[in-house]
């Protein structure tokens, strides 16, 4: 995996009231940019590699939808709920990564 990291600062600071003014500190906070790009690589290398699509689901008695589905391919728009986005990412890299689906138990 490659990471690239930008990173800037400036920072100016005076105790002293400048005509009567205090000085703005949030102005002068540094700020920084961190950019990730994930490589096509597969996620599961080996755990149950004969199933088409890796897909456990949990039967929970307190949530408030009847089913939540949760991320575990990294790659989704919505993380941590899942978006599909394991989809194209098996496509691309032959994995077979599904999401955590997470069940209302009926009562």
């Not at 600062?9 to 700020?31: D, Q, T």
Request: glycine share 6%.
């Amino acid at each position: 995996m490659s990471m690239a990291s930008v990173s800037s600062a400036s920072f100016c600071y005076s105790k002293s009231r400048i005509g009567g003014v205090k000085p703005n500190i949030a102005a002068a906070r540094p700020r920084s940019l961190v950019a990730v790009r994930a490589e096509a690589q597969a996620i599961n290398p080996e755990i149950r590699k004969t199933e088409e699509k890796v897909v456990d689901s949990v039967m929970v008695a307190e949530l408030s939808k009847p089913l939540t589905a949760y991320c575990r391919c990294w790659r989704s728009g919505t993380f941590p709920l899942c978006d599909g986005s394991h989809v194209k990412h098996n496509k691309a890299t032959g994995d077979n990564v599904g999401p955590l689906l997470l069940k209302k138990q009926k009562e």
